[in-house]
């Protein structure tokens, strides 16, 4: 079992950045990856990046590529995201991927408010 919990959400104003963080616990010896994603009112939720947990490799959506970046500290795992739009708005989840086909855990999420 892997636990994820998500911090870091909050209103911010359009151009501006915020640093989410993903707090890691359990079995964290048998992680592949880490995504974060994100799901705004009324739509599917979309992949944003991920990272490997052996060699802390990422890689992005098209979508956010160079406005937002992932990286980890030890059991923790960050989403900076930088030029903040209205767009941006959604609830952020972090989840934890045991092999490289699927996601099997998932955290609450935070949500963040981009105000314009």
């Known amino acids: 079992q892997v636990q994820l919990v998500e911090s870091g959400g909050g209103l911010v104003q359009a151009g501006g950045s915020l640093r989410l963080s993903c707090e890691v616990s359990?079995?964290?010896?048998?992680?592949?990856?880490m995504g974060w994603f994100r799901q705004a009112p009324g739509k599917e939720r979309e992949f944003l990046g991920r990272?490997?947990?052996?060699?802390?490799s990422a890689d992005y959506a098209n979508s956010v590529k160079g406005r937002f970046t992932i990286s980890r500290e030890i059991a923790m795992v960050f989403l900076h995201m930088n030029s903040l739009k209205s767009d941006d708005t959604a609830v952020y989840l972090c989840?934890?991927?045991?092999?490289?086909?699927?996601?099997?855990?998932w955290g609450p999420g935070t949500q963040v408010i981009v105000s314009s």
């Open positions: 989840a934890a991927g045991m092999g490289p086909r699927s996601y099997d855990y």
């Open positions: 359990g079995r964290t010896s048998s992680i592949y990856d």
């Open positions: 990272i490997r947990w052996s060699d802390y």
